[in-house]
């Protein structure tokens, strides 16, 4: 007979405990802890029952044979560079993000596609009706006979439905919804989303399905349930982006069949999804030419070079405490690279408030835009414009000097087709490449050596 225990879980990480906590041991989140029945059923001699009816032995690995990943390509290419090269057959993808950003267009979106090329795609809807879905799928304009719409929460009907029409590709939305009638807690809790997300995974390797499951986000832009939601699944995709703008980021932060950190550019119009292909040029067409505080940097996102531009606005304090904020870069880093600024140039900003902005709401977390960040505080310091043809690449120390970053003749080639007339450098990425015509790149050990190239009296 199955023997029910009462067990007490975190909404938020997972921890189990045998007794209520008001704040979670794991995570340190407070009123996180729900009941759950835990149902252990047992075998004739109090041994545990395997879910699994066929065992497998042990093999060498040399004798293990392997193949290519089948994989589809789509009709966008900024969605296949993200994937790694296009979907693979028999993968899970989770895709997180915050509520209205568009999730559910982008998927219908590739569900059109798949299906226009003449695959079976199963949309599974948990939040919208069938006639919900089709309001939105004409306003895209999708139409096609082989993309099948499902509206149902229940995880036995999902597994049926998915035996009758025998898609080749599946879309969850969302994963939170979806729930399985043998767990006994609600919908969206911890034992639901994990319970569910492995019976989705067994579907999609048994069956050679390629699974799309969209995910809710937390308040800190996590996703929502227990952390091994993210272990399960084969790729992690956020998709980002600001309100107040209508370009969206796809990212890459797991992928178990291509390179991680890849970033799949679109803006959102009233039809739908449009990619982006030249980012780089949308980023810089508002830009304000000759104005001070305002750089340039190359920043690479995956293997794509980026042109984004920096401000900044460092303005006398009435407070005893100068005041620090940052949107788009990290924060703590920019105090560090002010205090270089002071130690070794002299720079008196312990009486100046300090703000740097990103334009264009895109988030930069490499160490290769140390330099454009230095250049637009003191250019915003002293009211001194730099050049408009000017870019900035290279990362900087504690003790002034610019260091090596990678991939530079990507980030100069980007610069000059773009049109930028000179490029900032460290020294040590000057040699083993030929340089491209129409700009003239510099080399620069310290940040003095930028600096003084910039500004007159410095």
């Not at 915050?98 to 226009?116: E, R």
């Not at 009233?270 to 030419?289: A, C, D, I, T, W």
């Not at 505080?293 to 920043?299: D, E, G, P, Q, W």
């Amino acid at each position: 007979m199955a023997k029910k225990k009462t067990k007490f879980m975190c909404n938020d990480c997972g921890y189990e405990s045998a007794k209520w906590m008001g704040r979670c041991p794991g995570c340190g989140n407070w009123n996180t802890m729900v009941e759950e029945v835990e149902i252990v059923a047992k075998g004739p001699r109090g041994a545990f029952q395997h879910s699994t009816s066929t065992t497998q032995k042990a093999t060498p690995l040399i004798n293990v044979e392997t193949m290519e990943e089948t994989r589809v390509k789509t009709e966008m290419d900024e969605l296949n560079r993200v994937l790694g090269g296009g979907i693979v057959q028999g993968s899970l993808v989770l895709i997180g993000g915050d509520p209205g950003i568009g999730k559910s267009t982008l998927l219908l979106q590739v569900s059109a596609l798949l299906s226009n090329k003449g695959h079976r795609v199963l949309y599974i809807s948990g939040e919208e009706s069938v006639r919900q879905t089709k309001l939105r799928a004409e306003r895209l304009g999708v139409k096609s006979p082989e993309l099948y719409i499902y509206s149902e929460t229940n995880m036995e009907f999902l597994h049926q439905t998915i035996e009758e029409v025998q898609p080749k590709f599946v879309i969850v939305d969302s994963i939170q919804t979806v729930h399985h009638p043998e767990v006994t807690s609600a919908p969206g809790s911890v034992s639901q989303v994990r319970e569910c997300t492995a019976e989705l995974m067994r579907i999609a390797k048994t069956k050679n399905i390629a699974i799309f499951l969209v995910g809710h986000v937390t308040k800190e832009g996590q996703i929502a349930g227990p952390r091994i939601l993210e272990h399960m699944v084969d790729t992690v995709l956020y998709f980002e982006g600001e309100r107040h703008h209508n370009h969206r980021i796809l990212r890459s932060q797991k992928n178990r069949f291509g390179s991680t950190n890849e970033i799949a550019i679109f803006e959102m119009l009233h039809g739908g999804l449009k990619e982006v292909l030249n980012p780089s040029e949308m980023f810089l067409q508002e830009r304000s030419q000759g104005a001070p505080s305002s750089t340039i940097v190359a920043s690479m996102e995956g293997t794509r070079p980026i042109l984004v531009e920096i401000q900044s606005l460092v303005t006398p304090t009435s407070f005893n405490y100068p005041k620090r904020m940052a949107t788009g870069v990290d924060q703590n880093r920019v105090q560090l690279l002010m205090a270089v600024l002071e130690k070794r140039m002299g720079m008196l900003l312990q009486a100046q408030d300090a703000y740097i902005k990103v334009a264009g709401g895109v988030k930069l977390d490499e160490p290769a835009i140390d330099l454009a960040v230095l250049t637009s505080i003191i250019s915003s310091f002293k009211d001194q414009a730099v050049r408009a043809t000017d870019c900035f690449i290279g990362e900087v120390g504690l003790t002034g000097e610019v260091r090596r970053v990678s991939r530079i003749e990507q980030r100069v080639q980007e610069a000059a087709k773009l049109g930028f007339k000179r490029a900032f450098i460290p020294s040590s990425n000057l040699g083993g490449w030929d340089f491209p015509p129409g700009i003239q790149v510099v080399g620069v050990e310290t940040i003095a050596e930028s600096l003084r190239a910039c500004f007159n009296d410095l």
